[in-house]
């Protein structure tokens, strides 16, 4: 694990240096913008109540931007090295695979936290402005962070995934958002189907339930296992997948 | 350095790479060469851990490739084909980032990477942006990553594609440079510029070795008779049946040039006819131009190998 800083900050790097990262940024930005548009005309209505994080972390808006923004996001990571062939000379140098599978899903994570931090002036711009003593409360904010770093986490190491199982980044970017659709529609299944077995692997599975819990400042313990071992199990499939690629 | 015992490579449906083996020793500059895709850049790829073999073994440095893959690829410089770089970074960044997974020493990379940079002549262009190089100076980057580690080991695949003239010099130059403290294994389809760096060549064909050896043995080997290159002017029939009946002569083949004719007349071995030559062009009064030893370039040597006789130039 000694060279993973060094790939680690490349691969940082490469975001700042992509015309990408910054469209998809401020597509983010404006859409989470959006939702606190939204959050702050229902506070000005003076209906601020426990569940009002939701506006921020449980709209549409914000699974909208979920969705596009983290293809977006983990397509170029082995895709294009692969298709560029740096792939060839990045192997060849002393690195294990796991190395460069983490320090590559490392850095996408850490430019989707550093995404996230802007949004941060939102609960100052409440406290600061708003005529009430405390329009929000922090702790739901806390979870509706928490929720969205745990969520993201887990969709970035599935684009991980499926940008190592090929050369094209459009391709790659299609399958995540794919695999990502239909893992977040699995959430709805308890609306579509009357069996009580769906119903309830639809519950547990439900992002949107998930998120409307940790906006709420409900932290329970069983998402946090769900994404972790998901994340987890997910970077073990690509670290897979890239070994094998070499056998072929 | 290198030992490569039947080394076989399969890919769905084809064998790139056919039983082959070889041994490199410390200090050699060993030459690949071969017609497009006869098995070099996938003997390179496996020799720097990119690929598997199917089977048979290699040993670099006395290590396995495949269990000691590591260890392996801290001693070996490799310069994939086409010379993979990251566009968007600047040559002294890319340099750094490469000696840092490379494990070079955190205080030793900035001396490296300066070191590398004057070895290749880089140093006008440390803050260039890779993506905005010239092919030439891309290769050069690329040779400097290779180097970086200071490895015992370099494997060049094809090096000097792609450059012009003089950075092709330059480049063997360097090559010739490096290899007074490096083993070095390259490969190329040009035949003269394993004449020019090699002292040794492989001749790789449809995946297997056909030849290896000296250039200069590899050509005595091939050149069973000695040749000799005769112009001259005056009857063409004529003087095509002189040259031919001429005693040890084997074969001659002649093609005409303006109004002279360039004869190449094959001899027995150790037949030296240049007088007998000259002799007849003074009885028959025929007037002669050029008169000279010919020699066999690799070329042809390498056309004889790989696809069989050479074409005859017949009158």
């Given amino acids: 694990m000694r060279c993973f800083l060094p790939l680690w900050r490349r691969e940082l790097a490469a975001y700042f240096l992509s015309p990408i990262a910054y469209v998809v940024t401020i597509f983010f930005l404006v859409v989470m913008g959006f939702s606190f548009w939204l959050l702050a005309s229902i506070l000005v209505q003076g209906e601020g109540g426990v569940t009002v994080?939701?506006?921020?972390?449980?709209?549409?808006f914000f699974w909208l931007a979920l969705l596009v923004v983290v293809p977006l996001l983990t397509m170029r990571l082995l895709a294009d090295e692969k298709r560029t062939g740096t792939m060839e000379s990045l192997m060849t140098a002393p690195l294990t695979d796991a190395e460069v599978v983490l320090a590559k899903y490392a850095g996408a994570l850490s430019f989707f936290v550093a995404m996230w931090i802007p949004t941060v002036a939102y609960a100052y711009l409440l406290r600061e402005f708003s005529s009430e003593s405390a329009p929000i409360d922090f702790g739901p904010m806390m979870g509706g962070y928490l929720g969205a770093f745990l969520?993201?986490?887990?969709?970035?190491?599935?684009?991980?995934?499926?940008?190592?199982?090929?050369?094209?980044?459009?391709?790659?970017?299609?399958?995540?958002?794919?695999?990502?659709?239909?893992?977040?529609?699995?959430?709805?299944?308890?609306?579509?189907?009357?069996?009580?077995?769906?119903?309830?692997?639809?519950?547990?599975?439900?992002?949107?339930?998930?998120?409307?819990?940790?906006?709420?400042?409900?932290?329970?313990?069983?998402?946090?296992?769900?994404?972790?071992?998901?994340?987890?199990?997910?970077?073990?499939?690509?670290?897979?997948?890239?070994?094998?690629?070499?056998?072929? | 350095m290198i030992k490569v015992s039947h080394l076989t490579k399969r890919f769905a449906g084809c064998t790139a790479v056919n039983d082959v083996s070889f041994e490199v020793g410390r200090g050699e500059i060993v030459g690949f060469l071969g017609p497009n895709g006869a098995g070099k850049s996938t003997t390179m790829r496996m020799l720097a851990c990119y690929l598997p073999a199917t089977s048979g073994s290699i040993l670099v440095t006395g290590r396995n490739v495949l269990s000691d893959s590591l260890e392996v690829r801290r001693r070996i410089g490799y310069m994939p084909e086409n010379v993979p770089l990251y566009p968007e970074?600047?040559?002294?960044?890319?340099?750094?980032?490469?000696?840092?997974?490379?494990?070079?020493?955190?205080?030793?990379?900035?001396?490296?990477?300066?070191?590398?940079?004057?070895?290749?002549?880089?140093?006008?262009?440390?803050?260039?942006?890779?993506?905005?190089?010239?092919?030439?100076?891309?290769?050069?980057?690329?040779?400097?990553?290779?180097?970086?580690?200071?490895?015992?080991?370099?494997?060049?695949?094809?090096?000097?594609?792609?450059?012009?003239?003089?950075?092709?010099?330059?480049v063997r130059a360097l090559i010739k440079d490096l290899a007074q403290r490096h083993t070095i294994l390259l490969s190329t389809h040009i035949?003269?510029?394993?004449?020019?760096?090699?002292?040794?060549?492989?001749?790789?064909?449809?995946?297997?070795?056909?030849?290896?050896?000296?250039?200069?043995?590899?050509?005595?080997?091939?050149?069973?008779?000695?040749?000799?290159?005769?112009?001259?002017?005056?009857?063409?029939?004529?003087?095509?049946?002189?040259?031919?009946?001429?005693?040890?002569?084997?074969?001659?083949?002649?093609?005409?040039?303006?109004?002279?004719?360039?004869?190449?007349?094959?001899?027995?071995?150790?037949?030296?006819?240049?007088?007998?030559?000259?002799?007849?062009?003074?009885?028959?009064?025929?007037?002669?131009?050029?008169?000279?030893?010919?020699?066999?370039?690799?070329?042809?040597?390498?056309?004889?190998?790989?696809?069989?006789?050479p074409e005859e130039v017949l009158p």
């Fill in chain 2, 89 to 170: 970074m600047r040559v002294d960044e890319y340099l750094r980032f490469r000696a840092r997974i490379k494990g070079v020493e955190g205080s030793l990379i900035r001396k490296r990477v300066h070191e590398v940079k004057e070895l290749c002549g880089l140093k006008d262009v440390g803050r260039r942006l890779i993506g905005q190089l010239s092919k030439g100076y891309r290769q050069r980057v690329g040779l400097a990553d290779s180097l970086v580690h200071d490895p015992e080991l370099l494997i060049l695949d094809e090096p000097t594609i792609g450059l012009d003239p003089n950075q092709i010099r330059q």
């Fill in chain 1, 151 to 248: 969520i993201g986490a887990f969709y970035l190491s599935v684009g991980l995934f499926c940008s190592s199982l090929t050369r094209n980044q459009i391709v790659s970017a299609m399958m995540c958002f794919a695999v990502l659709g239909l893992a977040f529609f699995v959430g709805f299944m308890p609306y579509v189907s009357r069996n009580p077995a769906v119903q309830v692997l639809g519950m547990y599975a439900s992002s949107v339930t998930h998120m409307l819990d940790l906006s709420r400042g409900a932290v329970d313990t069983r998402p946090i296992v769900l994404y972790l071992t998901g994340t987890f199990f997910m970077l073990f499939v690509t670290v897979k997948a890239v070994e094998s690629q070499k056998w072929r």
């Fill in chain 1, 53 to 60: 994080m939701k506006e921020l972390f449980g709209s549409v």
């Fill in chain 2, 191 to 309: 035949l003269s510029e394993v004449e020019m760096t090699c002292q040794r060549v492989l001749i790789l064909n449809e995946g297997r070795i056909v030849a290896s050896d000296s250039p200069e043995n590899l050509k005595s080997l091939l050149q069973s008779g000695s040749q000799i290159v005769a112009e001259m002017r005056g009857p063409r029939e004529e003087m095509y049946e002189k040259i031919r009946t001429l005693p040890r002569v084997q074969r001659v083949a002649a093609y005409e040039l303006d109004s002279w004719v360039c004869f190449t007349i094959d001899c027995e071995k150790d037949a030296d006819l240049r007088i007998q030559i000259f002799e007849l062009a003074v009885r028959h009064n025929w007037e002669l131009r050029e008169l000279r030893i010919g020699k066999k370039s690799l070329e042809e040597i390498f056309v004889a190998l790989t696809r069989g006789e």
